[in-house]
């Protein structure tokens, strides 16, 4: 069975850094699509990046780059500029690109998240 399991989250000032990681086993990432999705207090859950399994990105609103490396089952999101609106619970989840989004297989294809708190 496909896990993920995401980390690198943590408190923040605003205009700092973070690497989030998220590690797939059970199998070859190079079989996935992978997206990072974000959920903040009260609001929906909202797509941040996704990278196709040939390593094609997409970006929403052009912030957070993703990259993947298959050797290690890793598909990273490099975050900098951090405002306290980014603070979130980030997820990923492995699935198909549809339409330049990532459409996860199910609920049993993400990962438990991680928590980005964006605060002076």
């Known amino acids: 069975q496909v896990q993920l399991v995401e980390s690198g989250g943590g408190l923040v000032q605003p205009g700092g850094s973070l690497r989030l990681s998220c590690v797939v086993s059970g199998d070859t990432l190079d079989y996935y699509a992978i997206g990072w999705f974000r959920q903040a207090p009260g609001k929906e859950r909202e797509r941040v990046s996704c990278?196709?399994?040939?390593g094609t990105t997409y970006y929403v609103k052009g912030r957070f780059p993703i990259s993947r490396d298959n050797g290690k089952n890793t598909v990273d999101l490099e975050m900098d500029s951090l405002k306290p609106e980014d603070t979130a619970v980030y997820y990923c989840a492995a699935g198909v690109i549809r339409g330049g989004a990532l459409k996860a297989y199910g609920t049993d294809w993400w990962g438990k998240g991680t928590l980005v708190t964006v605060s002076s």
């Open positions: 990278i196709s399994r040939d």
